[in-house]
């Protein structure tokens, strides 16, 4: 049976308010995160070279904020695919507190992109098949 991508996050001072809990902005950074090392280390796609001819933004998010987290706690961060299309990926993920509460939950989709040189023209374009089976590993 295929597991999400896991990942933990100790709560900053950078990532908080005046209230002491994390901004909710600090959130999509830390799913940002949680993207990228997704990326580099269980698909072996690290952003620093996809990036110079291509990418994979985030065209629709869906976000609910469950439980405040605060500062000094530790968060289980986890991500896995509920649907892979020809060049869009349908992510799920939710953050978890250490006692297992659900912080932050939602849905995330991702689109694989070409970027010409010039970088004015984005489009979307098909994952080939090796990264589709490497993708297709975190279907839950």
């Known amino acids: 049976m295929n597991q999400p991508f896991v ?27 949680l993207v990228e090392d997704w990326f580099e280390e269980a698909l072996g796609r690290p952003f620093s070279q996809m ?3 291509n990418g ?10 469950k439980k405040a987290a605060r500062l000094g706690e530790i ?3 986890k991500l896995w695919v509920k649907n892979l299309g020809g060049a869009s990926i349908l992510c799920g993920f939710s953050f978890e507190d250490a006692q297992g509460s659900v912080c932050l939950e ?34 839950i």
């Open 7 to 33: 990942k933990q996050e100790k709560i900053r001072f950078q990532h908080v308010d005046y209230a002491g809990i994390v901004f909710y902005p600090r959130f999509l950074e830390m799913l940002n995160c």
């Open 51 to 53: 990036h110079e001819t």
């Open 56 to 65: 994979i933004p985030t065209v629709d998010l869906k976000v609910q904020f």
């Open 75 to 77: 968060l289980t961060k």
């Open 106 to 139: 939602g849905e995330v989709t991702l689109v694989n992109v070409t970027i010409n040189d010039d970088r004015k023209d984005i489009k979307a374009t098909p994952f080939n098949e090796e990264m589709k089976l490497k993708i297709a590993t975190f279907i």
